[in-house]
């Protein structure tokens, strides 16, 4: 099979996650991956050798795009059943034969893609990427696996909707985008409880196709023999139907909150979302060191106002959701019930303090330095590296991202960060949710609306 090769990676023996030093690399700069391919299939394979220790970590994206509401239930049901055999062998000879090799692999699917991690033994890598390409080409999807899983996914759906996080992510998708493609991105229980296997064979030939996937391998391997593995156990796995692949969200405007009502709640939970940039946008890394300042670290405005001075919130903070196409920037923060009016009212001041006294060049620096820094510590592990490479992979950025990541940062013009702030921290840009017992919102109510002010 033709392989092409995506970046200008080469094999490079003896490097580790966290050995950037050693390998004459600039301090808290992470080395680039040995290999970045295209499989004639569009499998790509992204491989970093990391001899830390003799194991290897596995990761799997294979990302899709919900056709219609609550499927995301389904691929969440076919991601539970994917490890409990194949059309070869129950679900206990696949355990045994993951056992007997020092493996362990784990399924999950979300609102975009389908995800396989796990590790093995460096010597039995081979084999047990041959089992993995057995699963996801060839699941097990007979009744006595399918029904059992379908009725516990229900169960667990169900209760999540009780949740306030749950119940704060659920509204602020339908804020954001409204019901339709709010609905596409929700699991459902009744959907997932009337599954059967003919529906997750459909499933599975629509969806967990090579087009499109990527496969990270990090550890204690030699490159150019993980690639022919790679090659010659996947080389058959289908490349799947074409344009199954997630719609980047559309834009969404700012506007008042909405209260989604707990009744006796004595605590309120506070989303808020705006637009932001994509991670291949060239302005994020601007936009990135702002939200550092204003709440995406400890040492950030709102942490040191809400937290420090007020005492109103225990959890807050700010970061960038990224999802392939788009990113949104997100506010949150939990707070007493009797703390919710003036923990809103910080909020909205800190956001307003960004454009009226926008960070200065020392907490820009500060934040440099802390992006720089949490970033290699973040992935200074083998699984953290691994897992890290294929959620960027993901969104659309390149595998030298995190190579880059720090020069790139550190060459953030301070005007940039000073329009970043400028740019996406208007209150008037935000939209949110607050779930809270009514008493709790009462004076932001808007006469006899869900509306709240902000």
Same mark, same amino acid.
């Given at each position: 099979?033709?392989? @092409?090769?995506?970046? *200008?990676?080469? #094999?490079?023996?003896?490097?580790?996650?966290?050995?950037?030093?050693?390998? *004459?690399?600039?301090?808290?700069?992470?080395?680039?991956?040995?290999?970045? =391919?295209?499989?004639?299939?569009?499998?790509? /394979?992204?491989?970093?050798?990391?001899?830390?220790?003799?194991?290897?970590?596995? @990761?799997?994206?294979?990302? +899709?795009?919900?056709? *219609?509401?609550?499927?995301?239930?389904?691929?969440?049901?076919?991601?539970? =059943?994917?490890?409990?055999?194949?059309?070869?062998?129950?679900?206990?000879?696949?355990?045994?034969?993951?056992?007997?090799?020092?493996?362990?692999?784990?399924?999950?699917?979300?609102?975009?893609?389908?995800? /396989?991690?796990?590790?093995?033994?460096?010597?039995?890598? #081979?084999?047990?990427?041959?089992?993995?390409?057995?699963?996801?080409?060839?699941?097990?999807?007979?009744?006595?696996?399918? =029904?059992?899983?379908?009725e516990r996914l229900a169960r667990r759906i169900r209760l999540a909707t009780h949740q306030p996080a749950a119940l704060a992510q659920h509204a602020l998708l339908r804020r954001r985008y409204g019901e339709e493609l709010a609905a596409r991105r929700q699991p459902t229980p009744e959907l997932a409880a009337a599954c059967t296997p003919d529906d997750l064979a459909e499933l599975h030939t629509r969806h967990l196709g090579a087009r499109g996937a990527v496969l990270v391998l990090v550890g204690d391997l030699t490159p150019r023999q993980a690639v022919a593995t790679v090659t010659d156990v996947f080389g058959a796995w289908e490349a799947g139907p074409e344009g199954d692949v997630p719609e980047a969200p559309p834009w969404f405007a700012g506007g008042p909150l909405r209260q989604v009502d707990r009744p006796g709640a004595v605590q309120s939970v506070i989303r808020l979302a705006a637009p932001a940039l994509p991670r291949t946008d060239p302005g994020y890394?601007?936009?990135?060191?702002?939200?550092?300042?204003? *709440?995406?670290?400890?040492?950030?405005?709102?942490?040191?106002?809400? @937290?420090?001075?007020?005492? +109103?919130?225990?959890?807050?903070?700010?970061?960038?959701?990224?999802?392939?196409?788009?990113?949104?920037?997100?506010?949150?923060?939990?707070?007493?019930?009797?703390?919710?009016?003036?923990?809103?009212?910080? =909020?909205?001041?800190?956001?307003?303090?960004?454009?009226?006294?926008?960070?200065? /060049?020392?907490?820009?620096?500060?934040?440099?330095?802390?992006?720089?820094?949490?970033?290699?510590?973040?992935?200074?592990?083998?699984?953290?590296?691994?897992?890290?490479l294929a959620n960027l992979l993901h969104v659309g950025v390149g595998s030298d991202w995190l190579h880059n990541w720090g020069p790139v940062i550190e060459g953030v013009p301070y005007d940039a960060v000073v329009e970043a702030a400028h740019r996406f921290f208007r209150p008037a840009g935000f939209t949110g949710v607050i779930v809270a017992d009514e008493a709790a919102v009462a004076p932001l109510r808007r006469g006899t609306t869900d509306e709240l002010d902000f």
């Amino acid at each position: 099979m033709n392989r @092409r090769r995506i970046h *200008g990676s080469r #094999p490079r023996a003896g490097r580790t996650a966290a050995s950037g030093a050693d390998a *004459g690399l600039a301090p808290g700069r992470l080395p680039l991956p040995d290999v970045d =391919i295209m499989l004639d299939n569009g499998l790509r /394979v992204v491989v970093c050798s990391a001899p830390a220790v003799p194991l290897v970590e596995i @990761r799997l994206a294979v990302p +899709y795009a919900a056709a *219609g509401p609550g499927e995301v239930a389904l691929c969440q049901l076919l991601a539970r =059943i994917l490890l409990q055999g194949t059309a070869h062998r129950d679900a206990a000879g696949y355990d045994a034969a993951l056992a007997g090799h020092g493996a362990t692999l784990n399924a999950g699917a979300d609102s975009h893609k389908l995800t /396989v991690a796990g590790h093995t033994m460096a010597g039995s890598l #081979p084999a047990v990427l041959a089992l993995l390409a057995e699963t996801v080409r060839r699941p097990r999807l007979t009744r006595d696996v399918v =029904i059992p899983e379908r009725e516990r996914l229900a169960r667990r759906i169900r209760l999540a909707t009780h949740q306030p996080a749950a119940l704060a992510q659920h509204a602020l998708l339908r804020r954001r985008y409204g019901e339709e493609l709010a609905a596409r991105r929700q699991p459902t229980p009744e959907l997932a409880a009337a599954c059967t296997p003919d529906d997750l064979a459909e499933l599975h030939t629509r969806h967990l196709g090579a087009r499109g996937a990527v496969l990270v391998l990090v550890g204690d391997l030699t490159p150019r023999q993980a690639v022919a593995t790679v090659t010659d156990v996947f080389g058959a796995w289908e490349a799947g139907p074409e344009g199954d692949v997630p719609e980047a969200p559309p834009w969404f405007a700012g506007g008042p909150l909405r209260q989604v009502d707990r009744p006796g709640a004595v605590q309120s939970v506070i989303r808020l979302a705006a637009p932001a940039l994509p991670r291949t946008d060239p302005g994020y890394p601007a936009l990135h060191l702002a939200q550092l300042v204003f *709440g995406g670290c400890f040492a950030s405005r709102l942490v040191a106002r809400l @937290r420090e001075e007020k005492g +109103y919130a225990y959890q807050l903070g700010s970061g960038v959701e990224s999802v392939p196409g788009a990113s949104t920037l997100m506010v949150e923060a939990d707070t007493a019930a009797e703390h919710t009016v003036p923990a809103l009212a910080v =909020i909205r001041e800190e956001l307003e303090r960004m454009t009226a006294e926008p960070p200065s /060049v020392r907490e820009a620096d500060a934040a440099r330095s802390y992006a720089v820094g949490s970033t290699a510590t973040a992935m200074s592990s083998p699984g953290a590296l691994a897992s890290g490479l294929a959620n960027l992979l993901h969104v659309g950025v390149g595998s030298d991202w995190l190579h880059n990541w720090g020069p790139v940062i550190e060459g953030v013009p301070y005007d940039a960060v000073v329009e970043a702030a400028h740019r996406f921290f208007r209150p008037a840009g935000f939209t949110g949710v607050i779930v809270a017992d009514e008493a709790a919102v009462a004076p932001l109510r808007r006469g006899t609306t869900d509306e709240l002010d902000f």
